[in-house]
């Protein structure tokens, strides 16, 4: 009875932080407070931890996140990747670490760069893989159709588990974490598929040191994760072919007349992306953008780039500097006066 | 000050009569221009606004602000110049030292000039050399060390040259911008820059100074944005006006330059409430771009297009003695040393709209910069400004008609020299064109 008043507490405070949210979310919008953006975005990811932490409290079947995701990928792009992804927030709170130390982070040559974001897809060809090589390593007992799409389904043989890894919060609510001090459940993207593909003896070691690689990693390099995250490609895919380049009614949308090529949107993209510098005009449609508007809120020069929403204009570089209190009314030239 | 032991490869030697009477009479007669000049921007404009008292005291190079500059010096600061916009002035303002910039716009020195660089070289590197021949810029006296960025030939031999008096720190700046590996080059020019200024004012930059350094150049690019978006609704301040605010920001206070700036734009927006113009909203918009024009001589183009009968008024510009000092912010992601550095190099570099680069596309950005502007401001007409000599504008000038012709915006190229003998052809040819963009505008 206690326990279920809890849950009552923790749900009731979720759905408040996600309402808070969203009324600054809007008031943000309304004030047109374009440099606010990294603010909101990181309240968002703090919101969508909570709620996603929430989600893994009940045994949902991943299959119908994953088909959530890429549906809402066909129409607002890389979205989850920028603004929702609990794994991505793990790597902007080690971002507000360096921060605070004073650490630069470091830069990746834009070929590597380009080779991480290929790579990507050999990664998912891999993940994707692992389940039919083992399988024909250890080929079932039974031929029967019916008992083998069980085992199909719920055995070894679920790649779709893995493409949601990055979605398991750090600390989850299940008692099978990989990690369990006192009473608290800690777990880490990927690391759980790693124990059950690998065994529990080297699957252990590999675990380490992924998660030691992919912590130090994103220390030093911003989101150095999301650069080759195989949940991201099989979102980016969507977007990445031409008969899906209209879909995205979310994109960022640039006006070249009025760039000067500073540079600045190229330096602050934290994955990177350099073709919203190197575009004239129109659509970002790069696969590797995720959406995070931070190149729309540090692009100094009013209205160069903005976030749409289908025709709708969401957030525009609006120069941070908040120069402009003069509307576009009193800039308007009087009429002819004879 | 210890100062080098002169062996000039370059300057001839003057005798000390000469350049005293050459001085004091070219400063005398300078004195007298500035007045003028002044005069002439009151008259054009009966009901001036208040705020610009502060400008035109700052505007005379031998007054008030010198005198402050030499009581700084007096407490051991250190003055360094500089000769074009590419010098990060920020470095300098968190070494505590005064930033200068002192190209010269003297007429009468750039036929001293001639004493030294053939004729045929742009009268700016002239003048410059000739008013440090008899030692008449205040500021150029004042400087302890020029920074020279080597963007045009002139400026390349300009510091050679000027290395028979003072030190001098040439920067190596790239042609090709949108390139990582100039992009890399210009940051280690720009850290070397930031040592050679540490060793020289002996204070160190700090993180926290060059923070606030930056702060204060933000600020004022604020109040600087203000006042360009100010003009470019119905006209409620005269373009020389305006053009003037913008190049005292070269030799002023920084701080104080953006406080006496928002005062002027809190100013000009209650006469944008009242509809109070300076003259009627149907005045041809004309913009300015090509060779920097200083003060005080060089007002002539300025000058003519405001009095002209039809009257114009200039309502943008792009030069670098005007709209593109302080139009690019420095966008900082995050503050730490390395950022910063590598932000300001940034912001030298690639948003620079300079004629002596260029690229896979050329220099797509000026283009880019003239087409909005145009937009924005409602330009009527543009005057492509080039004084002889001045290779990189004038080469660039078919690519430029060129576009604007596609949007239909008339171009007028007018080419003059250092002299004040072609005024009075100079105003027929600006009459003539502005004639034209008022038929323009009846039909």
Known sequence: MALEIVGDILRLTVLAGLGIAGILAILIWKKNLATKVTFLRFIIQAVSVAAIFYIFTYTIPLLYVLIILLVMTLFL?????????????????????????????????????????????????????????????????????????????????????????????????????????????????????????????????????????????????????????????????????????????????????????????????????????????????????????????????????????????????????????????????????? | MNQKPIEKKFMPDISKKEMEELKNAITLASQKIIADNIERMKKADPHRPQAMKYFDDMSDLFGSRQKEIAAEKEKGKKVIGYMCLFAPTELILAADAIPLRVNSGWYDTSKLGDRVVPVEVCPVIRSTIGAKMIELSPFLEQSDALISVLTCDGMTKLSEILGDYKTIWGMNIPKIKDSTQSLRFWSDEIKHMKNQIEKFTGNKITRKKLKEAIETSHKATKAFRRLQDLRRGSPVIMG???????????????????????????????????????????????????????????????????????????????????????NDPIGVDEWSMDDMLNSISERYLMASTCPCFTSEDGNEDRINWLLNKVKEANIQGVIYYVVRGCMLYAMEYTRVKKALDKINVPVYYLDTEYTREDVGQMKTRVEAFLEMLTARVDF
């Open chain 1, 77 to 338: 792009g890389r979205f989850f990747c920028g603004w929702l992804c609990p794994f991505a927030f793990l790597m902007d709170v080690q971002s507000v670490v360096r921060k605070v130390i004073n650490k630069r982070y470091r830069i990746i040559p834009s070929k590597l760069n380009k080779a991480l974001h290929q790579f990507r897809y050999v990664l998912l060809l891999f993940f994707l893989l692992i389940p039919i090589v083992l399988w024909f390593l250890e080929p079932p007992p039974n031929t029967d159709f019916a008992v083998l799409m069980a085992q199909v389904m719920a055995g070894p043989f679920r790649p779709y588990s893995i493409m949601l890894a990055p979605l398991i919060p750090v600390i989850v609510s299940w008692t099978t974490a990989p990690l369990i001090i006192n009473g608290v459940n800690f777990s880490y993207p990927y690391v759980q598929d790693i124990l059950t593909w690998a065994g529990q003896d080297i699957g252990q070691l590999i675990a380490i040191v992924f998660v030691g690689l992919t912590l130090a990693g994103s220390f030093i390099i911003r989101r150095s994760w999301c650069r080759f995250c195989p949940t991201g490609v099989s979102l980016a895919v969507v977007n990445r072919f031409k008969g899906f380049k209209w879909a995205p009614l979310l994109h960022i949308e640039k006006d070249e007349e009025k760039c000067t090529k500073c540079g600045v949107c190229k330096r602050v993209c934290p994955v990177g992306v350099e073709e919203v510098y190197e575009q004239k005009g129109g659509k970002i449609q790069t696969s590797q953008c995720m959406i995070c508007s931070r190149c729309v809120e540090m692009c100094p020069y009013e209205d160069t780039l903005k976030v749409k929403l289908g025709k709708k204009t969401l957030f525009r570089s609006r120069n941070w500097l908040e120069a402009t209190k003069i509307n576009e009314e009193k800039r308007k030239i009087e009429p002819k006066t004879h």
């Open chain 2, 240 to 326: 020389r006006d305006a053009m003037l605010v913008n190049q005292t920001y070269l030799w002023d206070d920084k701080k104080r330059w953006t406080e006496k700036t928002e005062a002027l734009c809190d100013e000009l927006e209650k006469r944008v409430q009242k509809k109070d113009w300076v003259c009627p909203p149907d005045t041809p918009r004309v913009m300015v771009t090509g060779t920097p024009m200083f003060w005080p001589d060089n007002w002539k183009l300025p000058t003519l297009v405001e009095e002209a009968n039809p009257q114009g008024i200039i309502v943008a510009d792009e030069l670098c003695s005007g709209e593109r000092i302080l």
